[in-house]
């Protein structure tokens, strides 16, 4: 990949979630979770998330996230996905979600 500038890296807006809402989704092309997730003052947005083999509905819920917040939206199937959950991507393809190690409050930028 080709180096970025500091200017590059301050375009992409990384903010703090938590998810409040985790659905499954059959109609997405591979395995993935419909999200609507909590951004504080931004609201909630949703986002589809291939992450059904490392986790279950049930532990996502309240889970603090990372998403890119100023993409333009992206249709799957019928759901339009907001942002794009951050996560780090294994050899085999899974998705390990990045996470902050402690409570922050919701909407926060990451820099």
């Not at 591979?30 to 909630?44: E, H, R, V």
């Not at 998403?67 to 942002?83: C, G, H, K, L, Y």
């Given at each position: 990949?080709?180096?970025?500038?500091?200017?590059?890296?301050?375009?992409?807006?990384?903010?703090?979630?938590?998810?409040?809402?985790?659905?499954?989704?059959?109609?997405?092309?591979?395995?993935?979770?419909?999200?609507?997730?909590?951004?504080?003052?931004?609201?909630?947005?949703?986002?589809?998330?291939?992450?059904?083999?490392?986790?279950?509905?049930?532990?996502?819920?309240?889970?603090?996230?990372?998403?890119?917040?100023?993409?333009?939206?992206?249709?799957?199937?019928?759901?339009?996905?907001?942002?794009?959950?951050?996560?780090?991507?294994?050899?085999?393809?899974?998705?390990?979600?990045?996470?902050?190690e402690r409570n922050v409050p919701l909407g926060k930028r990451i820099l």
């Open positions: 990949m080709a180096p970025i500038t500091y200017d590059d890296f301050e375009k992409v807006e990384i903010r703090v979630g938590k998810v409040i809402k985790v659905e499954d989704f059959p109609k997405a092309r591979k395995s993935a979770y419909k999200l609507w997730i909590d951004f504080g003052n931004l609201g909630i947005k949703k986002s589809s998330a291939q992450i059904t083999k490392l986790y279950q509905k049930e532990d996502l819920l309240d889970s603090l996230i990372l998403a890119v917040t100023n993409f333009p939206t992206r249709q799957i199937a019928d759901f339009i996905s907001e942002v794009l959950v951050l996560g780090v991507v294994l050899e085999d393809g899974e998705v390990v979600l990045i996470q902050p």
